[in-house]
């Protein structure tokens, strides 16, 4: 077994009953559409505004049929307060369009046709198509590019670079639940400014890059 894949059984143990982001969380739904949704409702938003908002939402709307009978200005109300939720209206009220026109009303489970979407990036393409249909897909994020480089498992300076160069490193059956592993690590223990490596159970592996001050 390499260092990187023990090094990722070590930090999944210590994250278990941490808690992991609400997208994984809505997830179980099996709803790629909710994922989707709430995926584009977490950019630049916490966890606990990106939950409640999420959840006022879909007790009102909750597939794309049901979200496009909203006006505008009920949407925001809904929403309110996650990060852009004005823009953000916009994009779920395109994205709902878009899946009722090209896709019969069903979110696309391929990346080039999730990328098409207004507002959709790599990381919500690839969190779509992880969580929301089981296809093998990483999810990089702030904490995932961060942690990976700080582990020196890549060496990589954006998170696209850094997504094409975990699959290389990363065993197959553990790019789906990478993202929720990570964000937790990374929210609790590896934290960007004094991380916690005193209680962090991978630190013999840890290269500490790019780190100036821990605890």
Same mark, same amino acid.
């Given at each position: 077994?390499?260092? #990187?894949?023990?090094?990722?059984?070590?930090?999944?143990?210590?994250?278990?009953?941490?808690?992991?982001?609400?997208?994984?969380?809505?997830?179980?739904?099996?709803?790629?559409f909710?994922?989707?949704?709430?995926?584009?409702?977490?950019?630049?938003?916490?966890?606990?505004?990106?939950?409640?908002?999420?959840?006022?939402?879909?007790?009102?709307?909750?597939?794309p049929?049901?979200?496009l009978?909203?006006?505008?200005?009920?949407?925001?109300?809904?929403?309110?307060?996650?990060?852009?939720?004005?823009?953000?209206?916009?994009?779920?009220?395109?994205?709902?369009?878009?899946i #009722?026109?090209?896709?019969?009303?069903?979110?696309?489970?391929?990346e080039?046709?999730?990328?098409?979407?207004?507002?959709v990036?790599?990381?919500?393409?690839n969190?779509?198509?992880?969580?929301?249909?089981n296809?093998?897909?990483?999810?990089v994020?702030?904490?995932?590019?961060? #942690?990976?480089?700080?582990?020196?498992?890549?060496?990589?300076?954006?998170?696209?670079?850094?997504?094409?160069?975990?699959?290389?490193?990363?065993?197959?059956?553990?790019?789906?639940?990478?993202?929720?592993?990570?964000?937790?690590?990374?929210q609790?223990?590896?934290?960007?400014?004094s991380?916690?490596?005193?209680?962090c159970?991978?630190?013999?592996?840890?290269?500490?890059?790019?780190?100036?001050?821990?605890?």
């Amino acid at each position: 077994m390499n260092n #990187i894949l023990k090094t990722l059984k070590l930090i999944e143990r210590q994250v278990k009953g941490l808690k992991i982001p609400w997208v994984t969380i809505e997830s179980n739904r099996k709803d790629p559409f909710r994922v989707l949704i709430s995926c584009i409702l977490s950019l630049r938003t916490k966890d606990k505004t990106t939950a409640l908002a999420s959840q006022r939402l879909f007790e009102i709307a909750d597939t794309p049929g049901v979200m496009l009978k909203l006006s505008p200005s009920r949407l925001q109300r809904l929403i309110y307060p996650v990060g852009f939720y004005r823009n953000k209206t916009k994009v779920i009220l395109g994205i709902s369009r878009k899946i #009722i026109q090209d896709y019969r009303g069903k979110v696309p489970d391929k990346e080039e046709q999730l990328l098409q979407f207004k507002g959709v990036g790599r990381k919500t393409a690839n969190l779509v198509l992880g969580l929301g249909y089981n296809i093998p897909a990483i999810c990089v994020d702030t904490h995932v590019h961060r #942690i990976s480089n700080r582990l020196g498992w890549v060496k990589t300076k954006t998170p696209e670079e850094t997504e094409v160069a975990l699959m290389k490193v990363i065993p197959r059956n553990y790019w789906i639940k990478l993202n929720t592993i990570l964000v937790a690590f990374g929210q609790n223990i590896c934290l960007p400014i004094s991380p916690y490596c005193s209680e962090c159970k991978a630190r013999i592996f840890c290269k500490r890059l790019g780190i100036q001050r821990w605890r």
